[in-house]
């Protein structure tokens, strides 16, 4: 779990945020987490996104509703 955090919050220039992170990898699958972060980075706008953080999670909380 922690590694996976820590993967997110590189991959997603958010160190700051860490505990967001970390959080989401105990209450969420790491298939989950994983498939979200491919899907934001494959974005064309995810180069030009300040909050790269943010859009992650309206993307995931965005897909848990759904499902």
Do not use: C, H, M
């Not at 494959?42 to 996104?49: A, C, G, N, T």
């Amino acid at each position: 779990e922690q590694l996976l955090a820590w993967d997110l919050a590189k991959e997603l220039q958010d160190k700051k945020n860490f505990g967001l992170y970390a959080k989401l990898a105990k209450t969420y699958p790491e298939g989950l987490l994983r498939e979200v972060l491919a899907i934001v980075k494959q974005s064309p706008k995810f180069d030009y996104i300040d909050k790269k953080g943010a859009y992650y999670t309206r993307v995931l909380f965005n897909r848990i509703k759904e499902a």
